[in-house]
């Protein structure tokens, strides 16, 4: 609440023509209503407080935003509430065996075998050390110079010397 009358003293701030949405989040009375009843005293002056609260946030809102916000109180009924209690699923309890309609039902993928790691890990750094392996060979027969080391320069030379 004092968040809002602080931004209450930057009101020509706020003023760009653009809605502004206000989101806020409140918890539920459930738990009051589960410790002492629907119809106690307890449950009653939380509703009136909540009541008193949204109607001074409104107030404020109104002040600083004009009509330029929107608005929205929603309420819940605590049995339309999702649980906040879990289902555990223990990791060493028998699963279930899927028949084949699941899977088509599901589009499931395949499944692999423990060994398909390995197996990858094999192809591709196997196939990783072929590629090198060939760039290197090509390299080197690129930058090659035979010089006068090539046996086709030695059968040309001696023939150039006899005839002449």
């Known amino acids: 609440m004092s968040s809002t009358l602080q931004v209450s003293d930057h009101k020509r701030q706020l003023q760009d023509g653009t809605p502004d ?8 009375i459930r738990h009051v209503v ?4 629907a119809a106690s005293l307890h449950v009653h002056n939380a509703l009136t407080l909540l009541r008193m609260t949204l109607y001074t946030l409104r107030q404020a809102l ?5 009509d330029n916000y929107l608005w929205q ?15 555990v699923r223990s ?10 309609s699941d899977k088509d039902k599901y589009n499931l993928g395949t499944e692999y075998t423990d060994n398909f790691a390995v197996i990858f890990n094999i192809i591709l750094w196997s196939s990783i050390l072929l590629g090198l392996a ?4 090509s390299y080197g027969i690129w ?10 320069y030695r059968m040309t030379s001696q023939r150039i010397k006899k005839d002449q």
């Open 134 to 137: 060939v760039y290197a060979v």
């Open 143 to 152: 930058v090659m110079d035979p010089g006068r080391d090539s046996i086709i």
């Open 21 to 28: 949405l206000m989101v806020l989040t409140l918890s539920n």
């Open 91 to 100: 990791l060493l309890a028998e699963e279930k065996a899927e028949d084949e």
């Open 73 to 87: 109180v929603a309420t819940l009924d605590g049995q339309h509430v999702a649980p906040s209690v879990r289902k």
């Open 34 to 37: 589960a410790e002492h009843g």
């Open 62 to 66: 109104d002040a600083v935003y004009g």
